[in-house]
Structures are given as structure tokens and as C-alpha cells.
């Protein structure tokens, strides 16, 4: 079982930017980040598998970036050109079930707390 808790949400102005974190407990061939506005469903964001392979949801190609230090077992997802539609709970994500990532939440065993990201117009 891993265990991943996430860190780095909070509030910001549009045009802002942020950093987010996930601690591992364990190795996952892929990890990912989604994120979760109540009533909706969790939709993902990025996937980086441990090839280093990534893959970007299209609302945030370009503006927010995945990556992984394998050293400290810590997963990231920085955020730049904040938009108040990026308002949302961000999950930390991981699996090893398949020899591939995709970016929906089904292929995904392993959920963080979640941390809130708050971005004002």
C-alpha cells in the first residue's frame, strides 16, 4: 500500500502561481495529479510515469507542469497563469497495477487528502 499526502495549495490571484507536493511512502510506475470541484466529477490533470513520460490535461497543456524526484519519493505539480476556473481540491494519485498511465481516475488505486487551491479574479 502507498501512502501519499499532498502539501502546497492555498490562495491566489489569477496570473498567479503555485507549487504542490505529494510524499510517497512507496515506488508507483505512475502517479498523477487530479483535481475535484464539489458536485463534479474528479477529472484529471497530469500523469508522469516512472520513464518520466508525461501527459497533460488540454485546460492546463502549457500553463502547469508534472514532475517527479524519485530521490525523495516526492511527486509535484507547478502551476503557473492561475485561472479561477483551476479552483479546486487537488488529489495526488499513484498506481503500478499497469505498465502505462492514462489520465482518469479508474486506473488510479492510491489517493492523497487532497489540498485546496483557491484562485481569485
Known amino acids: 500500500q502507498v501512502q501519499l499526502v499532498e502539501s502546497g495549495g492555498g490562495s491566489v490571484q489569477a496570473g498567479g502561481s503555485l507549487r504542490l507536493s505529494c510524499a510517497a511512502s512507496?515506488?508507483?510506475?505512475?502517479m498523477g495529479w487530479f483535481r475535484q470541484v464539489p458536485g463534479t466529477e474528479r477529472e484529471g490533470v497530469a500523469t508522469?510515469?516512472?520513464?518520466?513520460?508525461?501527459s497533460y490535461a488540454e485546460s492546463v497543456e502549457g500553463r502547469f507542469t508534472i514532475s517527479q524526484d524519485n530521490a525523495k519519493s516526492t511527486l509535484y505539480l507547478q502551476m503557473n497563469s492561475l485561472k479561477p476556473e483551476d479552483t479546486a481540491t487537488y488529489y495526488c494519485?499513484?498506481?503500478?497495477?499497469?505498465?502505462?498511465?492514462?489520465?482518469?481516475?479508474?486506473?488510479?488505486?492510491?489517493w492523497g487528502q487532497g489540498t485546496q487551491v483557491t484562485v481569485s479574479s
Open positions: 494519485a499513484a498506481d503500478s497495477r499497469y505498465d502505462y498511465c492514462r489520465l482518469s481516475r479508474i486506473y488510479f488505486r492510491y
Open positions: 512507496g515506488y508507483s510506475y505512475c
Open positions: 508522469i510515469s516512472s520513464d518520466g513520460s508525461t
